[in-house]
């Protein structure tokens, strides 16, 4: 999905940062460091391909059923550009935060960054789990939801899995320990994001509610977009909430002097 590829790399590259606060404090330069290599490698190495990959390999659900490969090229090129973008962003401005003592609005930042993304793929889950091709799409033909989880994109995202995801959960889990790290500043960490995350979900909430009883929402949306959302955001939280659970705890070790 192009627009939810956008909202993670801005996340990923933010969490990056957040994650790294306590070392990032110490550094004089956003751009010289390893946490920020890291970043931009990972974006542009791993994140980034498998972007073009889907965008090339399945048009139609990578644009939402709106777009086919016959699509200018320079859509994917733009797209690979954008996802190495959104997250340099993402880290700079979490930087800027770090530095400027805001280390609870860093956190909060990457999380709400999440919502976004999580909150296109539930309010259009009908098109987010569609099984079947544009033109399909395009015709109407109707597929249940748990079809998806048959067809060929689910199976490639599960195979993306294995390369996307265990770098990501590396930086979160080891990025807090290159400083010493005490079980206060671990549920420190914690705590600030799971906020975040909560007011961004009651936004998305409230938001939803005001603009559907406004009738601003299209006709066929009713309240299982919201109860989607619901689902979708508890789901989706366990899997970027879950590594931070793991970050080992470190003690300075001081020599004895003899």
């Given at each position: ?10 996340a990923?590259?933010a969490?990056?940062?957040s994650c790294?606060?306590e ?14 290599v890291?970043?931009v490698?990972?974006?542009s ?9 889907l ?5 139609g ?5 709106f ?5 200018n090229p320079i ?7 954008t996802n190495?973008?959104?997250?340099v ?5 979490v ?9 609870a609005?860093a956190?909060?930042?990457?999380t709400?960054?999440y ?9 259009g889950?009908?098109?987010f789990?569609y ?7 395009r015709a ?12 060929d994109?689910?199976?490639t995202?599960?195979i993306?899995?294995?390369v996307v ?5 590396y ?8 400083v010493?790290?005490n079980?206060s ?11 975040g995350y ?8 409230v938001g ?14 009713g309240?299982?977009r919201l ?12 899997f970027?909430?879950l590594?931070m659970?793991f970050?080992?705890?470190?003690r ?7």
């Open positions: 999905m192009i627009q939810v590829d956008v909202f993670w790399s801005f990923m590259g969490c990056f940062a790294a606060a070392s990032l404090k110490r550094e004089t330069s956003v751009f010289i460091n390893k946490y920020f890291y970043c490698l990972y974006l190495l791993i994140f980034g391909p498998s972007g073009v990959y965008l090339w390999g399945y048009p659900w990578e644009t939402m059923f777009l086919d490969r016959s699509l859509w994917p090129c733009l797209f690979a550009c190495v973008l959104q997250g962003l993402g880290f700079v401005v930087w800027k935060l770090i530095h400027n003592g805001k280390e609005t956190h909060a930042v990457w709400m960054a919502t976004c993304m999580f909150t296109i793929l539930t309010l889950y009908d098109r789990l099984a079947g091709s544009l033109a399909e799409w109407g033909k109707k597929y249940k939801l748990i079809d998806f989880f048959w067809c994109v689910f199976y995202l599960l993306m899995g294995v995801i265990p770098p990501l959960y930086a979160v889990v080891t990025f807090p320990t290159d010493p790290i079980k500043r671990k549920w420190t960490m914690i705590k600030q994001a799971l906020t909560m007011y961004a979900s009651i936004a998305v909430v939803f509610l005001l603009l559907h009883n406004m009738k601003q929402t299209p006709p066929s949306w309240y299982d109860l989607a959302f619901l689902i979708g955001q508890a789901v989706f939280g366990v970027i909430f590594p659970f970050i080992p705890l470190k300075n070790r001081m020599r004895k002097i003899k």
